[in-house]
């Protein structure tokens, strides 16, 4: 059982920045963020593979990005120039299977929220 622990989220203005951090207790193949607003499904915004290939949601257009540290069990998402519309809650992910596709993620944290408004 992998156990996820996100943090970092909180209140920016449009524009700003955040950095959410999501701790895994053990290490598997590929870590990933999605987020979720009220009455929408959740969808993938980025993960990335235990030898660190990066994938992102085609919305991100380069504003997001994640990285991982494989000693500290801790991957990061980067967010850069956000907008009311990057308001959500934002779960990390993982699965044992290879990064590339939003389907078949095994473990999920509790979230954390993120709000944009100025």
């Known amino acids: 059982q992998v156990q996820l622990v996100e943090s970092g989220g909180g209140s920016v203005q449009p524009g700003g920045s955040l950095r959410l951090s999501c701790e895994y207790s053990?290490?598997?193949?590929?870590m990933g963020w999605f987020r979720q607003t009220p009455g929408k499904e959740r969808e993938g915004v980025a993960s990335?593979?235990?030898?660190?290939?990066?994938y992102y949601a085609d919305w991100v257009r380069g504003r997001f990005s994640i990285s991982r540290d494989n000693s500290k069990h801790t991957v990061y998402l980067q967010m850069n120039r956000l907008g009311p519309e990057d308001t959500a809650m934002y779960y990390c992910?993982?699965?044992?299977?290879?990064?590339?596709?939003?389907?078949?993620?095994?473990?999920w944290g509790q979230g954390t929220q993120v709000t944009v408004s100025s």
């Open positions: 990335i593979s235990d030898r660190g290939s990066s």
């Open positions: 992910a993982a699965k044992t299977s290879t990064c590339g596709s939003w389907s078949r993620w095994t473990y």
């Open positions: 053990q290490s598997v193949m590929c």
